[in-house]
């Protein structure tokens, strides 16, 4: 059976993202505070090197009995994800882009019992999304809510050209039109929680909010509780 997973407080993370911390300690931190899903995005990455941070990262989340209750995917990477569950290293799936790997192949490769998360920004990718063979996406993810130095090429991009950030109204679209639960993110920080608690979004995602706090486990632990007071 396909592990449920909770989009409440999903934290991406890297190695470069964490200002020389090792990038399992901010997760065990991050996991500490109340993290409800975890994404591990390495850039750039070979596949060695990400299946060993992932193993590390699976002890954190094993080490305090989380399996059954935080997600652990790894970002684009379907070729890491698989080789990490092959050698028995507990990776519930990927998270995949547009311009990565079809997610019909990343369902393939990793099994119906794998979650498979999509990003998608606007109507148009939620629409494809929506048209996928049942089963083969589990969850979307959106953004940006700002643009952000993490991600600088992340921004939506119209038929016409122009370029826009979300809004609270844009993400009530993508919700409203999206067969799956959406997670939202992008330069999100805990003065934006009130905003998207507003919204449909099934929660929000960050990187720097977290992995460049001086103490990780404390801002994930305003925000899980920031969010749990709003919603
Ligand atoms: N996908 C869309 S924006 C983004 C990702 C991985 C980066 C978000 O990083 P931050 O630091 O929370 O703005
Ligand atoms: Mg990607």
């Not at 299946?51 to 080490?63: C, P």
């Not at 994800?81 to 882009?97: L, Q, W």
């Not at 990343?106 to 939620?126: F, N």
Request: charged fraction near 25%; charge should be negative.
């Amino acid at each position: 059976m396909r592990n449920s997973f909770d989009l409440s407080a999903y934290f991406v993370v890297g190695p470069q993202d964490c200002g020389g911390r090792d990038v399992a300690d901010v997760v065990g931190q991050a996991l500490d505070g109340g993290a409800t899903f975890i994404q591990l995005r390495v850039k750039p990455g070979d596949v060695a090197d990400i299946v060993h941070d992932a193993g590390r990262i699976a002890d954190e989340i094993a080490a305090r009995k989380l399996q059954d209750k935080v997600a652990f995917v790894i970002d684009d990477r379907v070729d890491a994800a698989y080789e990490a569950r092959a050698n028995g290293v507990k990776v519930d799936g990927v998270h995949i882009g547009q311009d990565d790997v079809s997610p019909v192949i990343a369902r393939q490769l990793l099994g119906p019992d794998a979650i498979v998360g999509l990003s998608a920004k606007t109507l148009a990718e939620v629409e494809a999304a929506n048209a996928l063979p049942c089963g083969t996406v589990d969850y979307l993810g959106a953004g940006p809510l700002h643009e952000t130095a993490t991600k600088p090429d992340c921004i939506v991009t119209d038929a016409d050209g122009s370029t826009h950030t979300l809004d609270a109204a844009r993400i009530d679209a993508l919700c409203a039109a999206s067969d799956y639960p959406v997670v939202v993110g992008g330069g999100v920080k805990l003065a934006d929680l009130p905003l998207l608690a507003g919204t449909r979004a099934a929660g929000w995602f960050v990187v720097s909010a977290i992995a460049a706090a001086a103490d990780p486990e404390e801002a994930t632990r305003e925000l899980v509780l920031t969010w749990r007071t709003l919603r």
